[in-house]
Nanobody, 120 residues
Framework: QVQLVESGGGLVQAGGSLRLSCAASGSIISIATMGWYRQAPGKQRELVALFNSDGRTNYADSVKGRFTISRDNAKNTVYTVLLQMNSLKPEDTAIYYC???????????WGQGTQVTVSS
């Protein structure tokens, strides 16, 4: 299993930018996919962006061209995934969760969530 620690988020005006960071520690060699999901009040959790098991990225249509996911796995013990969010809209307001899933399929880890609020 891995432990996920998120940082970033906060309150920003529409059109502004924020950057989220998720640091994975523990059995990072077992991570197949890693990325970000979000959940707005009264809505289901949805994919925002992630790295697939083949290293390719996958974005929700609603964030394409505005959000960019990147990663830093240079350190042997920590694997970090970043989410740069530009041109933010009020509808991007949600709790953002980092997620990692194992190659084995035996586990899926979630971060504690970080609030992103975009004011109009």
């Amino acid at each position: 299993q891995v432990q996920l620690v998120e940082s970033g988020g906060g309150l920003v005006q529409a059109g502004g930018s924020l950057r989220l960071s998720c640091a994975a520690s523990g059995s990072i060699i077992s991570i197949a996919t890693m990325g970000w999901y979000r959940q707005a009040p009264g809505k289901q959790r949805e994919l925002v962006a992630l790295f697939n098991s083949d290293g390719r990225t996958n974005y929700a249509d609603s964030v394409k061209g505005r959000f960019t996911i990147s990663r830093d796995n240079a350190k042997n013990t920590v694997y970090t995934v970043l989410l740069q969010m530009n041109s933010l809209k009020p509808e991007d307001t949600a709790i953002y969760y980092c997620n990692a899933q194992a190659w084995s399929g035996l586990w899926s880890a979630w971060g504690q969530g970080t609030q992103v609020t975009v004011s109009s």
